[in-house]
């Protein structure tokens, strides 16, 4: 096999099937298959995919290298500084710089069929000393083996690692704003139908303008209807009612167009570069500001 010198191409196989090299790229199956499953939103199950990453990225890339023409003693050292260093270094500014993170999953997204994507985290960089450490000490073990034996292992261990950077679990979708509310504070409070930290804004003019926000545990959640001065309010499909003092319902808000098929692809459209996500087409709660005299409802916007 044409590539680096022979004892070059035997030390990146032999990294790329060492016991910890092997056991980084199981532990990412094992976390994307599993323990995200068993503890969704942790912080360790997110910090654990991007060490078993690291770990395995870099001998894997220099493998991969060492499968070129390449005979100068310039270009194998450039080629192992590049998967030792420069990888690492990009996967920084990938958690750093939205320009290359987005750059970054768009090609994963294309190789992966669709399925890739991350949030923008540069917390995710503070596990990079520790992986390329594991990762430079594997580098400097004596390699073992034949060196046939050692790169048709290495070739499996590449397919299997190659799958496992790109075939990761798909993060969940993000589905809008669906529940609106007023907080013990008299904020309006605004969230995702989990109410998780990925979408939580707060706002003290009665909606008008927002900001991130992390409420107290005390919430007045909306629902379908809701009391106020001037009368029961009511979600009906698209359409938001108020009961008149005819006992009739009449429609004193309507999205009906805003939730047409046109203007739903054209959210489609205007937000691929949040990855997986559910374009609402209802209405999903409504809560009255008393301060403001405002009614907040969610479109799953």
């Not at 503890?39 to 910090?47: A, L, R, V």
């Not at 220099?62 to 070129?68: E, K, R, T, Y």
């Not at 920084?92 to 987005?102: L, Q």
């Amino acid at each position: 096999m044409a590539g680096f010198t022979h004892s070059l191409r035997r030390h990146c196989a032999s990294a790329l099937t060492h016991p910890v090299t092997v056991a980084a790229v199981v532990v990412l199956f094992l976390n994307d298959a599993l323990f995200k499953s068993l503890w969704p939103d942790s912080w360790i199950t997110g910090k654990l995919s991007d060490l078993a990453w690291v770990v395995f990225a870099s001998p894997l890339l220099a493998f991969v290298l060492s499968l070129f023409p390449i005979r100068r003693l310039f270009a194998e050292r450039a080629a192992i500084i590049t998967a030792y260093v420069g990888l690492p270094a990009l996967y920084a500014a990938f958690n750093t710089f939205e320009p290359v993170h987005d750059w970054i999953l768009r090609g994963l997204s294309f190789v992966a069929g669709g399925t890739a994507g991350t949030p923008l985290d540069p917390s995710d960089s503070l596990v990079i000393p520790f992986g390329l450490g594991i990762a430079v000490w594997v580098w400097r073990r004596r390699p073992v083996g034949s060196e046939k034996l050692r790169v048709r292992l290495a070739l499996l261990a590449a397919g299997v690692a190659t799958f496992a950077t790109v075939a990761t679990s798909a993060p969940p979708p993000i589905t809008g704003v669906r529940s609106v509310g007023v907080s013990e504070d008299g904020a309006i409070v605004a969230a995702a139908n989990d109410g998780g930290d990925r979408l939580q804004f707060g706002s003290r003019d009665g909606g008008l303008t927002w900001e991130p926000y992390y409420w107290p545990p005390n919430i007045a959640w909306g629902g379908e209807t809701t009391e106020t001065p001037r009368g029961s309010f009511l979600i009906r499909n698209a359409d938001v009612l108020v009961l008149t003092v005819d006992g009739d319902w009449l429609v004193v808000y309507s999205a009906a167009y805003l939730l047409g098929e046109e203007n739903v692809w054209v959210q489609e459209q205007t937000t691929t570069r949040f990855g997986p996500r559910e374009i609402g087409t209802k209405l999903y709660s409504i809560a009255f500001d008393v301060r403001s005299g405002n009614l907040i409802v969610a479109l799953g916007l």
